[in-house]
């Protein structure tokens, strides 16, 4: 009998646990889907696959999660736009500043290109589980600011981590302090910097706006995301494992993405009522920013964005969204 039951025991496939870091803070929506995922994943696997989730950046900024995921410390990020270009710069394509008006361009775009970059990310070792979005980028500051040289007075935030976005700046001549996230806050109070760009729902999470209470109501570029997994990890799955898996991780990238778009534009309403003002810029101001745009998409093209991505989704600009992409 004990041989019997060492024999069964020894045939069942052993647990998996896959640490997953990312920067998204505790309570999140973005952490809130990593852990109905973990407990749709336990369930599917009858517990033998769990996710362990370290939120909130204890593990380091994006380009210490990159790293840690390279080396194999972690299996898994959940990642934003900036992070994903340490692993693939092609992923810059979806967060061209003014290349998208609606999130309905923004998703067309990614269905036309998303294949291509997961491609690539899998002959580096990596797997997507899913695609996110925390929204449009927008300029806070600390006074009223309406075109490219109002905030080129200000010395402006960049993430240490984002380097497309911090080369794209001073190319355009911003006086931009690159620092870690976590460190947004001291540096308003201190007067180390005066404006930020980052999606509405971050500035309420993190309670930045207040420092910063003027918002431009320009939708300078979208921020997206992803789940990914290594390879490695990834292939210690039964085949049937990781068709469910990946399923179930789609399936709630999807729903959490209108949630989060729905949550973002709640954000502004939000702030508004505790002391934000909204600065709305008019046909010249706009027309201003884009030429501010259209000078950093030559500077991308083919650089980060390949010229074949970019090409394809400039070409999409202005067309019926139920066109097909050419």
Known sequence: MILLLSL?????????VIKL????????????????????WSRRTSGRVTLRVYPGGVLGDETDLVKKLRIGQIHAVALSGSGMEHLEPAVTCLQLP?????????????????????????EKG????????????????KRPAFTPQDIQT???????????TLKNYRAAGFKVVPLATTDMQTALSTGMIDAFDVPPLLALLNQWFPSAPHMLDINWAPVVGATIVTQKIWDKLAPEERD??????????????????QLSEEAVGAMKQRGLTVNHADD????????????AWSRLRDTTCPAPLFDQIKALRGQPLNARAP
């Open 284 to 295: 010249r101001m706009r027309g201003l920013w884009r030429a501010q745009a259209e000078v």
């Open 21 to 40: 870091g990312t920067v998204a803070p505790e309570g999140s929506p973005w952490q809130q889907l990593l852990r109905e995922l973990n407990e749709d």
């Open 98 to 122: 003014l290349m998208f008006d609606t999130y309905e361009e923004l998703d067309r775009a990614r269905d036309l290109i998303a294949p291509e970059i997961e491609r690539r990310l899998r």
């Open 244 to 261: 469910a898996l990946a399923a179930s991780a789609r399936q709630l990238g999807v729903s959490y993405r209108a949630r989060i778009r």
């Open 126 to 141: 990596f797997v997507v589980l899913n695609w996110s979005d925390a929204g449009w980028v927008r300029f806070f500051t």
């Open 154 to 164: 200000m010395k402006l935030f960049t993430s240490a981590a984002d380097e497309v």
């Open 8 to 16: 069964l025991l020894s045939s069942s496939p052993p647990p998996i």
